[in-house]
């Protein structure tokens, strides 16, 4: 009886090391510090930091209807989130000066969250066409949790170059 019972736990035991994964690490903490962009929702229980990774971009085109560019983010924090607000900051990264274009306030649903998952929406208007940007995902007290570059791709205004003068 003894046999094999003990049989059976080393039996399971074994099964046990094939099941899970040797030296994988959570996506948390395989991407810490890292800001992962898509022009698609990012899955909230992904498989790996490689599926992620796979589905992650760094150029954006134009949509031709609304012209604007929508953003999936996924940020794996470098810390825990201190509060339940963040900012998500947009700087224009083309130039030798890096200049701040868009701030937009966000809410996770509870504090010391180390993964947030956010959508944002640029236009042309806020951001211009055809250039580099960084954008940062930082704490209420500025401080940066993590960070990623993109370019935006789309079509400039177009001007025929003619200019009518009315008199008044």
Same mark, same amino acid.
């Given at each position: 009886?003894? +046999?094999?019972?003990?049989? =059976?736990?080393?039996?399971? !035991?074994? @099964?046990? /090391?094939?099941?899970?994964?040797?030296?994988?690490?959570? #996506?948390?903490?395989?991407?810490?510090? *890292?800001?992962? /962009?898509? $022009?698609?929702?990012?899955?909230?229980?992904?498989?790996? #930091?490689?599926? /992620? =990774?796979?589905?992650?971009?760094? @150029?954006?085109?134009?949509?031709?209807?609304?012209?604007?560019?929508?953003?999936?983010?996924a940020a794996f924090l470098r810390?825990?989130?201190?509060?339940?607000?963040?900012?998500?900051?947009?700087? $224009?990264?083309?130039?030798?000066?890096? @200049?701040?274009?868009?701030?937009?306030?966000?809410?996770?649903?509870?504090?010391?969250?180390?993964? !947030?998952?956010?959508?944002?929406?640029?236009? #042309?208007?806020?951001?211009?066409?055809?250039?580099?940007? !960084?954008? *940062?995902?930082?704490?209420?007290?500025? +401080?940066?949790?993590?960070?990623?570059? !993109?370019?935006?791709?789309?079509? @400039? #205004? +177009?001007?025929?170059?003619?200019v009518e003068f009315k008199e008044?």
């Amino acid at each position: 009886m003894k +046999k094999v019972y003990l049989f =059976r736990i080393s039996l399971a !035991l074994a @099964s046990l /090391l094939f099941i899970l994964p040797s030296g994988a690490e959570s #996506p948390p903490a395989a991407l810490r510090g *890292h800001v992962l /962009l898509s $022009d698609k929702r990012f899955p909230v229980a992904a498989a790996s #930091p490689a599926a /992620l =990774r796979k589905q992650s971009k760094t @150029s954006f085109i134009q949509d031709k209807q609304t012209k604007n560019w929508k953003i999936y983010i996924a940020a794996f924090l470098r810390a825990p989130l201190a509060g339940n607000e963040y900012k998500i900051k947009v700087y $224009d990264d083309s130039g030798k000066a890096r @200049s701040l274009l868009v701030t937009q306030d966000q809410f996770a649903d509870a504090r010391g969250r180390e993964t !947030l998952f956010a959508e944002i929406t640029l236009e #042309p208007r806020q951001v211009g066409v055809n250039k580099q940007l !960084l954008i *940062h995902v930082e704490d209420t007290g500025a +401080k940066i949790l993590g960070s990623a570059q !993109l370019k935006i791709i789309g079509e @400039s #205004p +177009k001007f025929s170059g003619k200019v009518e003068f009315k008199e008044e």
